[in-house]
């Protein structure tokens, strides 16, 4: 189905989280975030860009994302309407810039469904109507610090809303004791998971090979983005499955990753790989190979989770992902919560993303509009 498109609005939005939240490549505090937003005469269509506001997790940056969007992505697309499907293709000229790839197609994407009357889980091929869900769990500054952390974002909650595992972020310093500490209080039962977000090297191979002690999930992302090769030969020392994240930035990195033993699980975040339509190939490909997914979180607002909660309904998605309830970053959402219901969160149903921006809530945080016609 072709969609004409009349303009499209972008938006910056401030979103302070509810505590900082570091990792071993920085500290968020706020979330800076570019909403899409594109108008047709038939209805609206909403995403969100995932960029962060430095280029640290990966190069994409909001910023930059914005001026990608404005200069070349959105003039790129046909003036006499277009099927969110052709977007990738429109855009494949362009190199790079996933993150922006991504917001521009979702929101087209979302048009579109909302005015066939489909959902989102329905059109990418969701096979359950609520999700597992875990959460991430940020450095500390020391062991009694996360153990509250603990204890305040997940196993309290684990009882009381009953997240279904805990992922620990990890860098060098701070990376046995902590898993040795929570699996002490904690116990075998508890589902848990490192996420080390590209901080070692292969040196690193042995000390990384004493996390096998405490029986994690996955650890994820222990080497550089580009080290596919390294975590081929680090997948033949530890026996703790590696998980990779950045290192993925397409179907065809998958499938090389899994040709070469690089992994054994792989997060798909929609954002990294350029859209919910790649996304859905990655999953399609490591479903076809025996190989389990997990949807990624990049501190969404409602808009962006509202997708990946869709998208974590794929049947291959068999391991909880980051799909946490909104409160978990945000005291008010930019649209109603995603709220945890006996540790899942309900795929949404209406047309399209399923939700939308409260249009009072969403002025109240804006920073900046910039309107472009197509
Ligand atoms: O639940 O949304 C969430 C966050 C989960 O830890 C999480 N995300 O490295 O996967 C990651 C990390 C991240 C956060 C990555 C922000 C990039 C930006």
Redesign the pocket.
Known sequence: MKIKISGIELRRIAMPLVAP?R?S?GV?TSRDVLVVRVVTPDGEGWAEC?A?SEP???SEYVDGAQDVLRKFLIPALPKDGVDAAAVGRILEPFTGHHMAKSALETAVLDVQLRVAGESFGSYLGASRDRVPC???V?IMNSLPELLDAVDRYAVDRYVAEGYVRI?L?IEPGWDIEPVRAVRERFGDDLLLQV?A?AAYTLVDAQHLAKLDAFDLLLI??PLANDDMVQHAQLARILRTPICL??SIESAADAAAAISLGACSII?V?PARVGGYLEARRIHDLARAHGIPVWC?????TGIG?AA?VALAALPGFTLPG???GSH??FVTDITPPFVLSDGHLDVPTGPGLGTEPLTELLDEVTTAREWIAL
Not at 296 to 300: A, D, I, N, Q, T
């Open positions: 939240f990792t490549f968020e995932a962060m640290r997790y990966c875990g959460v991430s940020g992922k972020k996420d977000n994820e992302q994240d950045e997060n975040k990624g979180g990049m501190l969404e989770r990946n980051d799909t946490s978990r970053y």
